[in-house]
């Protein structure tokens, strides 16, 4: 599974990124984290505001910081 | 460019009909001349439609979804209510244009343009 996380490198990217592993190792799933901070790839996958988060490029959130347990039903196979 | 949330205030999307007729152009050209006043960011009514997610994401976390149609056949309301999203909805020939017969020139634009700035502020 690979998760994706969209934005410019601010606070809340990092924020964002450090929920999602944690939410991954507490599920025990493997997860190849990527960090997308280029704005045209941004774009393209039609985000209008970061952060964002995607799953196999299914891009689930925009424009806020999911906590853990947010993004471990997202990995879970939740909304 | 993509908005970073880390910055203040609001995001406002704006959605265009874009359809064949002088209205769904009139349309188009509003939205593009709400861009250039920083009313909000203009992005794709037809990625919409088509379920794409990080189209579907942005509207869900904006502050409003502004739906321009041209036309009582109004499909970018319909495609917003299809996909459950919130919006403001305003349509062309609602404001004093005729489908099939107004020209559109760019005083009119301005004109509608700034009909539609307000109606996002009511």
């Known amino acids: ?79 | 460019m993509a908005e970073c949330s880390c910055g203040s205030g609001e995001t406002n999307l704006l959605f265009a009909c874009s359809g064949a007729a002088n209205t769904g152009f009139l349309a188009d050209q509003v939205m593009r001349t709400l861009v250039r006043r920083k009313c909000g960011k203009g992005t794709c009514l037809s990625a919409i439609g088509a379920d794409l997610s990080g189209y579907l994401a942005s509207a869900r976390a904006s502050t409003r979804n502004l739906v321009i149609d041209g036309c009582p056949v109004a499909c970018g309301k319909k495609i917003f209510e299809g996909k459950g999203l919130p919006f403001v909805h305003v349509v062309m020939t609602e404001l004093g244009v005729e489908k099939g017969t107004t020209e559109i020139t760019g005083d009119l634009i301005e004109e509608i343009a700034d009909k539609v700035a307000a109606a996002m502020k009511a």
């Open chain 1, 1 to 79: 599974m690979k998760v994706q996380i969209l934005g410019m490198g601010c606070p809340k990217c990092k924020l964002l990124e450090q929920n999602a592993r944690e939410a991954a190792r507490e599920l025990g799933i493997d997860v190849e984290i990527e960090k997308v901070a280029d704005s045209d790839t941004i774009m393209e996958m039609g985000v209008m505001m970061t952060p964002a988060l995607a799953i196999d490029g299914n891009v689930k959130s925009a424009g806020k910081v999911l906590t853990k347990d947010q993004v471990a039903r997202i990995l879970k196979g939740g909304k």
